[in-house]
């Protein structure tokens, strides 16, 4: 099994930045690919970025060139820095790997 753990949402005013966290425990020796999703109240859960063990990186155009993905294999976490936030990225923003779901993190952003 794969524990996920998100941290780093909060409330941010339109144009500012967050850094989300994935801490990934348990069976990780196996793990490859790593994504975020986001889930927008009334909406469908929608894929946001991916990172592959390389550190190859595939993002949804929605977000390119304004948010990155990186990843700490030493630390076994997955990173998603947001710049240029706007309202429209207010979601739960989730990681996902090989079937497992963390639990989300909420990011709001005001206008």
């Known amino acids: 099994q794969v524990q996920l753990v998100e941290s780093g949402g909060g409330l941010v005013q339109a144009g500012g930045s967050l850094r989300l966290s994935c801490a990934a425990s348990?069976?990780?020796?196996?793990?490859?690919?790593i994504s975020w999703y986001r889930q927008a109240p009334g909406k469908q859960r929608e894929w946001v970025a991916a990172i592959g063990s390389g550190g190859s990186r595939s993002y949804a155009d929605s977000v390119e060139g304004r948010f990155t993905i990186s990843r700490d294999n030493a630390k076994n976490t997955v990173y998603l820095q947001m710049d240029s936030l706007k309202p429209e990225d207010t979601a739960v923003y989730y990681c996902f790997t090989k079937g497992y779901w963390g639990q989300g993190t909420q990011v709001t952003v005001s206008s």
């Open positions: 348990g069976s990780i020796f196996s793990i490859n690919l």
